[in-house]
């Protein structure tokens, strides 16, 4: 993943307005696309979490038929339980990454520019802090996006290695019965 580096006052000296009121409106934009990936990314492990729900439910009742039906499968059973308890993981690897987090948002609350009215700063350099404090959401919320598809990909892998391992010992335990 590419690191962000938010800028520092020096990098701003000596730009003109018109730059940091370019820099400005596409920090913006891109705080914006943040939510929006982040929000995407939200739904798709919410998603998920319903298949897994799903397919562990199936998965452990047909472990449980075999398991307490006639005749009577244990190894075949237990497999079952064993890849519905993996889906069960999955889905709290999943959940994990939507959990509600700490998300900064585009523009600023009114009361967040008290000290700046209070101590009488220009436009320019508000402008200048502002953008400054863009690049620092930005770069936390991409440590936030980061953290939480690292999530998904173990919740993915779980499910996958579950199915895998699962899958191959109930063929195992058909052909060699």
């Given at each position: 993943m590419?690191?962000i580096?938010?800028l520092?006052?020096?990098d701003?000296?000596?730009a003109?307005?018109?730059i940091?009121?370019?820099?400005?409106?596409?920090?913006?934009?891109?705080?914006?696309?943040q939510l929006?990936s982040?929000?995407?990314?939200?739904?798709?492990?919410?998603?998920f979490?319903s298949?897994?729900?799903?397919?562990a439910?199936?998965v452990?009742?047909?472990?449980?038929?075999?398991?307490?039906?006639?005749p009577v499968r244990?190894?075949?059973g237990?497999?079952?339980?064993?890849t519905a308890t993996s889906f069960?993981?999955?889905?709290?690897?999943a959940v994990?990454?939507a959990?509600?987090?700490?998300?900064?948002?585009v523009?600023?609350a009114?009361k967040?520019?008290k000290?700046?009215?209070s101590?009488?700063?220009t436009?320019e350099?508000a402008?200048?802090e502002?953008?400054?404090?863009l690049?620092?959401r930005?770069?936390?919320?991409?440590?936030i996006?980061?953290?939480n598809?690292?999530w998904?990909?173990?919740a993915?892998?779980i499910?996958?290695?579950g199915?895998?391992?699962?899958g191959?010992l109930?063929i195992?335990?058909?052909?060699?019965?």
């Amino acid at each position: 993943m590419s690191t962000i580096e938010p800028l520092k006052p020096s990098d701003l000296a000596g730009a003109d307005i018109q730059i940091k009121e370019e820099i400005k409106r596409q920090a913006e934009a891109f705080l914006a696309a943040q939510l929006q990936s982040g929000i995407a990314a939200d739904q798709r492990a919410m998603s998920f979490v319903s298949l897994m729900a799903a397919a562990a439910v199936v998965v452990a009742g047909g472990g449980a038929a075999l398991l307490l039906g006639t005749p009577v499968r244990p190894f075949l059973g237990w497999v079952c339980i064993g890849t519905a308890t993996s889906f069960a993981l999955a889905m709290g690897a999943a959940v994990e990454t939507a959990k509600p987090v700490d998300f900064h948002y585009v523009g600023g609350a009114p009361k967040d520019w008290k000290d700046d009215l209070s101590n009488r700063i220009t436009y320019e350099d508000a402008l200048a802090e502002f953008i400054i404090n863009l690049g620092d959401r930005i770069k936390f919320n991409k440590k936030i996006l980061e953290t939480n598809a690292l999530w998904m990909w173990r919740a993915v892998r779980i499910a996958w290695g579950g199915l895998g391992i699962g899958g191959a010992l109930a063929i195992g335990g058909l052909l060699f019965r």
